[in-house]
């Protein structure tokens, strides 16, 4: 449970519910928003009305995967007993259609070879059924060749009982070894919190594994579920967006061996763009989170969930660090896994930030800034933006200027493209 529950101290725990009792009208308000991931990871989705109900029996085995413990181990006794009383019943019919179940008195003489040998009523029957079918074999009642019958029924009852074993022992297996069992042991932050990160808005939360075994090829998908209008004004109830992880290697794969905190930066074509802090309470949305990867210890892919309502998002706050190198190896305390401090922080959206800065909130040709660090211009120069991306293919922060690239500037009331080459050498010029 520590998976879906998350780690949080218990003074972290004690501040929550206070908050709650103070403002108890907001937060029953905001509890009665359905959301399509509950923080388990299970899809909180009713399927109501469904009329081809055939279709869940052409698949029989994922079905019975899918059914409850208590289902499956109902319909695993049923089976194994409904096998039995039926070919206790066709031995029972045998016996009697050969004449093994007569007495026989003192004067008959030397009793018939049966069928079936010791078996003198229904329950002998019942009985040798389940030595059959179970192949325990007690030694008091076989099979003999006086009816080639009795042979016949001992080989379809072996068969339907392998059946049976396979396809229990398939199930349970199955169901021991599901996926979601794996990631009962992967844990997500119970908040996610918005802060500034390299200079832009960023939404991050943390991620760990608490096993030693790690999950190879581990990738995380993010995703805003939020209702919509299109142009035509359709209604949209669920619309859903894929968000890009920020990762310098420009894919959603992570390495995780120790927590680690996803981020997403807030850019023009991120859907988190126009929120800010004043309207994130009343943001009809929910950012899913999806892991996937292999179990490396049995080799099965796995998947864990969870989900972030605007509630559970934390504005102008940043998670604390809980790795520390001691003795010469790195050491993760959980106990602060969910801790976050408060940072300095604009309450402006995104696209606020970007407007008082200068940048047009409408699309722009190329040349139009979207970062705000300083990133080497030219040879000996540096220029304040972060980055210049065209309309089609964006640059990281991180990535320097190359050589060729050029810049507008204003001269004489018009705009012309210098290269950056010659911004830096103007600048040693005048630096000397």
């Not at 619309?239 to 992570?254: A, F, K, M, W």
């Not at 969930?305 to 520390?324: A, N």
Request: charged share 20%; aromatic share 8%; hydrophobic share 40%.
């Amino acid at each position: 449970m520590l998976a879906r529950k998350g780690l949080l101290p218990d003074g972290f725990l004690l501040t929550r519910v206070a908050e709650d009792t103070r403002q108890p009208s907001c937060f029953r308000s905001k509890a009665q928003r359905a959301r399509f991931i509950t923080k388990s990871g299970s899809c909180n989705v009713a399927h109501k009305n469904i009329r081809e109900q055939g279709r869940f029996l052409q698949d029989v085995f994922t079905t019975m995967v899918d059914l409850k413990w208590q289902h499956s181990l109902l319909i695993f006794t049923s089976a194994f007993l409904c096998s039995w009383m039926l070919f206790a019943m066709a031995w029972w019919l045998l016996a009697f259609a050969h004449g093994d179940l007569e007495p026989l008195g003192p004067e008959s003489g030397p009793a018939p070879v049966p069928c079936v040998t010791a078996i003198h009523s229904f329950t002998s029957a019942f009985l040798f059924s389940i030595e059959v079918q179970v192949t325990i074999g007690f030694g008091g009642r076989m099979v003999t060749e006086e009816c080639p019958l009795a042979i016949t029924i001992l080989i379809v009852q072996n068969i339907l009982g392998l059946i049976i074993n396979a396809v229990m022992l398939g199930c349970i297996f199955m169901k021991t070894a599901q996926a979601n069992r794996r990631a009962e042991t992967l844990i997500f932050s119970r908040n996610a919190v918005i802060a500034t990160r390299n200079g832009r808005p960023t939404f991050m939360f943390r991620v760990g594994d608490l096993r030693k075994s790690m999950i190879i090829s581990a990738t995380v998908q993010l995703q805003v579920v939020r209702k919509t209008v299109t142009a035509e004004g359709e209604v949209l109830p669920v619309c859903q967006l894929d968000i890009q992880v920020e990762n310098p290697l420009r894919s959603n794969g992570i390495f995780l061996v120790s927590p680690l905190i996803i981020s997403h930066t807030i850019e023009r074509d991120s859907p988190l763009y126009d929120v800010s802090a004043q309207s994130l309470a009343n943001e009809n949305l929910e950012i899913i989170v999806i892991l996937e990867g292999v179990v490396e210890t049995t080799g099965i892919t796995m998947q864990a969930r969870t989900s972030y309502t605007p509630e559970e998002i934390l504005w102008g706050r940043r998670f604390v660090s809980i790795i520390s190198e001691e003795d010469g190896r790195y050491t993760v305390d959980y106990s602060k896994f969910g801790n976050t401090v408060p940072v300095r922080m604009s309450s402006l959206s995104a696209k606020e930030l970007d407007q008082t800065r200068g940048v047009q909130g409408g699309s722009t040709p190329e040349g139009h800034f979207q970062g705000w660090g300083l990133v080497r211009a030219g040879r000996g120069g540096y220029r304040r933006g972060g980055r210049a991306c065209d309309s089609t293919t964006s640059r990281p922060w991180y990535a320097h200027a190359e050589k060729g690239d050029v810049e507008e500037m204003v001269e004489n009331g018009k705009k012309k493209q210098v290269p950056l080459e010659e911004i830096g050498r103007e600048r040693e010029l005048e630096g000397d």
